[in-house]
């Protein structure tokens, strides 16, 4: 089993694959880097203060003034109220929320790049592994060989496990030693909140501690990996069922920038919460961000991914090893 | 002798929709085995069956003794393959196209890759990538890949498909050699006549899904031959001709030319015969005859498409 493995690793990196995805990572964290500065500057300079109270007082009078329109629909007001009361508790306890620093960076980065980012670079990873041996007809020569066609699907599964896991430590390792040259690579220890609990309309308050920001991210990363395997395996399952690569891509993201846009369109629709893209955003329970729609919680999230990743790992093995090679 | 491949009423159907129909032949030890028969008529469809492809709706497929719906890794450790085109991948070497199908067979070592790059003499470009080579060298690597795990058996669907001459001579040149040294049996599918006239010991043809007819290349060619003459005066030849007892059907074609079905070894005796009598002859054209008249024969004149 590892020389098949390293058989699917191989042909991963010599499609350059990987590199591809390396290099989107290398473009784009700079930008965001830089986003990130400029937004920082440009707060600064509005509140007239590098002063973090007074960017986040401002903040905060600013979400007050909208929540005072009536064109704001009633989702965003619950919303954004939950959001002043998390700000006003960071303010009274003297925590910075956007200490500045390589690690806040990478936290941050992390929390934006779960729901939409990552599972963009996870999709590229994983939607031509099975379609592409159809597309070019080296699936025929794979399976001629005395290896089970079980076998053969579960090298390419482990070998996709793998490569979602490095890509996961090259995004934090990136995210990392690019921030850091505008930001400092300081700021591990800085304390960040967690605990927060939604019931309801409440955010509730009493489970909240500080942990090292070290501890945080390792927590984040892994919960971004999570949901990042679970996009994996739906990309996987899909890379089976469809014989072309770009079908394959195309229906991912598709279902991947659906689930990210649902979310925002439609919160008062209940059962969405069923729907597994819905439920990437696993380090939002960890910072305390209200959750979109009622009902959903990190169990609920965890459970959701688990049991669609379950149900597509069977469809993919059933399908693939029944299927007739017609093309 | 025995039989390598054994292949016993073998049925596709996809939807209401027969594509094999019945289909029963044996490739025994050491033969090359002719599959022949239009596009359309369920060739790639019978061998995708033979090398685990696509499941039978019914019937049997034994290769060296196994059976390959009960026995898959033992009967298909038997075989090696080009299902239609040699689809290796493109952007890995010849030499890491080897290694990564070597990886999947017990027991391939760095020796029998270079044995098989000697053999199908591909040394000099081995360690260039695929997408760099014709497609006469991709086949051969296709070849290459399909002899790693020494197989009883190979099969090679359509093989000089897209081929020019020079690369379907050494290509069928290669296949003869493999088949007298290395003692392999082989089973080559072609919608070419000719193709598996030169170089099959048996043919199986197959139009509609069905086997039509199976037996040795020589006794369907068989050793008849016809035989154009052109003669004058042309009454006087017929009559000769017709009372030579190994010679049927005499056949007019034109004023001067004369179509006889008889053995080619008899042509300088029967020339001699009729200069004799004072007969003269200006031409004398053997015409073998190829499968496609008994395609044409055995279909009822329905052509091979």
């Known amino acids: ?327 | 002798m025995e039989a390598v491949l054994s292949v016993e009423h073998l049925t596709k159907k996809i939807g209401a929709r027969t594509i094999v129909d019945d289909v029963s032949f044996e490739v025994k030890a050491g033969e090359i085995f002719g599959f022949l028969g239009p596009n359309g008529a369920g060739k790639t469809t019978t061998i995708r069956m033979l090398v685990g492809l696509i499941r039978p709706t019914s019937g049997s497929i034994v290769i060296g003794g196994y059976n390959l719906q009960s026995d898959f890794l033992q009967a298909i450790k038997q075989v090696g393959c080009i299902v239609e085109n040699p689809e290796l991948y493109p952007y890995l070497t010849g030499r890491e196209n080897l290694e990564h199908f070597a990886r999947m067979i017990d027991g391939i070592d760095t020796k029998r890759i270079e044995e098989v790059v000697r053999l199908v003499e591909l040394d000099k470009r081995i360690d260039e990538t695929v997408k760099t080579y014709s497609l006469g060298m991709r086949q051969r690597l296709g070849i290459a890949q399909a002899l790693l795990g020494d197989p009883q058996l190979l099969i090679l669907d359509e093989p000089t498909n897209g081929l020019d001459p020079a690369g379907i001579r050494e290509l069928r040149a290669f296949i003869r050699r493999l088949s007298q040294e290395q003692s392999i049996s082989i089973f080559i599918s072609s919608h070419i006549l000719y193709e598996i006239q030169l170089l099959c010991d048996r043919v199986a043809i197959i139009s509609h899904g069905k086997v039509l007819k199976t037996a040795p290349v020589v006794q369907l060619v068989g050793e008849e031959s016809k035989v154009e003459w052109s003669v004058d005066p042309l009454p006087n030849a017929v009559s000769h001709l017709s009372n030579l007892p190994y010679i049927k059907n005499v056949e007019q074609l034109g004023k001067e030319r004369l179509m006889v079905h008889m053995p080619v070894e008899k042509i300088a005796e029967t020339n001699q015969l009729l200069l004799s009598s004072k007969i003269q002859v200006s031409a004398i054209r053997p015409m073998n005859q190829t499968l496609e008249d008994i395609f044409l024969e055995i279909t009822g004149g329905e052509g091979i498409g």
């Open chain 1, 1 to 327: 089993m590892a020389k098949l493995v390293y058989n699917e690793l191989l042909k991963m990196f010599r499609k350059k694959r990987f590199l591809v995805v390396v290099l989107i990572l290398a473009v784009l964290i700079p930008i965001f880097t830089y986003a990130q500065y400029i937004t920082v500057q440009t707060t600064i300079k509005q509140i007239g203060t590098s002063d973090w109270k007074a960017i986040l007082q401002q903040q905060i009078i600013d979400q007050e003034n909208r929540l005072t329109s009536s064109r704001v629909p009633d989702e965003w007001k619950k919303w954004t109220r939950l959001t002043i009361a998390q700000e006003k508790y960071y303010l009274k306890n003297n925590i910075n929320p956007t200490s500045p620093g390589a690690p806040t960076f990478v936290r941050k980065f992390v929390e934006e790049a779960v729901a939409l980012f990552i599972p963009l670079i996870v999709v590229i990873l994983a939607a031509d592994l099975v379609s592409s041996e159809y597309g070019n007809g080296t699936i025929k020569l794979l399976l001629t060989r005395p290896v089970a066609r079980w076998k053969v699907l579960l090298s390419k599964y482990l070998a996709l496990l793998l490569s979602v896991s490095l890509v996961m430590l090259i995004t934090g390792l990136l995210s990392y030693l690019i921030s850091g040259i505008i930001f400092g690579y300081k700021g591990w220890d800085l304390p960040v909140l967690t605990g927060f609990i939604q019931q309801g309309d409440q955010l509730i308050t009493t489970q909240v501690h500080l942990i090292p920001q070290w501890k945080y991210i390792i927590f984040a990363y892994g919960l971004a990996w999570f949901s990042a395997l679970a996009v994996g395996t739906i990309s996987f399952m899909v890379s089976v069922l469809v014989r072309n690569t770009a079908t394959s891509m195309g229906v991912m993201l598709a279902a991947v920038i659906s689930g990210s846009l649902l979310s925002q369109l439609a919160p008062t629709w209940q059962s969405l919460r069923y729907f597994i893209f819905i439920n990437l955003r696993l380090t939002d329970y960890l910072a305390g961000k209200p959750v979109i729609i009622s009902g959903m919680s990190l169990p609920f999230s965890l459970a959701m991914l688990s049991i669609w990743s379950l149900v597509a790992i069977v469809i993919a093995f059933v399908v693939f090893s029944k299927k007739d090679v017609l093309n």
